[in-house]
């Protein structure tokens, strides 16, 4: 099957909404090139995913009442960066999608009384009881209200699995890995077979890509390995996304530092924050 196929099978199965897509276009091609761009860009990526500028520039305008990003003109010319909020926001993403992988040390209890919903699901707690809570123990984690105490297995090990299965829809995270493994897969085994994309499809594949898997990984609490079960398709697709991201990367990049622009020209095909992005995605399993 020839790449563009794939590419317009990836696009059919995916649900693109413009917002989502923005925030993807800056985590993955802005943040890195110094967080600027042209709005005449932007829609031209948007129009390679078959968003119209109708649907971009609405969705750019919520996305500024929203905080998200603020705008700034040069003549005729508007041009719209991170706002200072998100940043911190679209950091934490890119840890968890381009950094290297770590596991958790255990859990976390938290005595959390009054925690929002919203704290909640960012932080992505299980729910024990009234205001008590489980939680992989990492160094990222969001921050939580209240007492934390932490916790270790001490017997009957073999039925943590089970456990955690009543705190979170394990099933629900594992359906949506296997989901992005069947949709991007038929992309790699064309790659593997020396098929080439253009390089502007290869920029939209990469942008899809990214967004299929941020879209699970980013909901996904990332348990301990010894609390998942032992078919667990986070690992696999965590391969295929590093090995696919890392097979398209220079043809996307180089479609980009020669298309598209920021505040102060072209954007730089690459960067100190590309490159490291790379290699920590090197350090995963090859697809």
Same mark, same amino acid.
């Given at each position: 099957m020839r790449v563009t196929d794939t590419l317009s099978d990836i696009q059919a199965g995916l649900a693109v909404r413009a917002p989502a897509m923005i925030v993807t276009i800056y985590g993955d091609i802005v943040v890195p090139r110094g967080g600027v761009l042209w709005m005449g860009t932007l829609v031209e990526i948007c129009a390679g995913l078959g968003i119209s500028e109708t649907l971009v520039r609405t969705a750019v305008s919520r996305l500024v009442a929203a905080g998200q990003l603020v705008g700034e003109r040069h003549g005729r010319r508007s041009y719209y960066g991170l706002a200072p909020g998100a940043r911190t926001e679209f950091a934490a993403a890119a840890r968890l999608l381009y950094g290297p992988q770590s596991s958790a040390c255990g859990f976390l209890i938290h005595h959390a009384p009054g925690v929002d919903d919203e704290t909640v699901r960012r932080a992505g707690l299980g729910r024990m009881g009234p205001d008590l809570y489980l939680r992989p123990d990492r160094p990222e984690n969001v921050p939580v209200p209240g007492l934390a105490f932490r916790a270790e297995v001490v017997k009957e090990a073999a039925l943590l699995s089970g456990y955690v299965a009543t705190l979170w829809d394990l099933q629900s995270f594992a359906d949506a890995y296997r989901a992005v493994?069947?949709?991007?897969? !038929?992309? @790699?085994?064309?790659?593997?077979?020396?098929?080439? !994309? =253009?390089?502007?499809? @290869?920029?939209?594949? =990469?942008?899809l890509l990214v967004q299929a898997y941020r879209a699970v990984l980013l909901r996904d609490p990332r348990l301990p390995s010894n609390a998942l079960p032992a078919d667990w398709p986070g690992i696999a697709a965590r391969r295929l996304f590093s090995g696919l991201y890392r097979k398209i990367s220079p043809l996307a990049d180089e479609y980009i530092g020669t298309h598209f622009e920021g505040r102060d020209g072209s954007l730089p095909t690459r960067t100190d924050e590309v490159i490291a992005r790379l290699q920590s995605l090197a350090r995963d399993t090859d697809i």
């Open positions: 493994i069947d949709l991007f897969s !038929p992309l @790699a085994a064309a790659l593997h077979e020396g098929e080439v !994309p =253009r390089p502007a499809d @290869a920029v939209s594949a =990469r942008l």
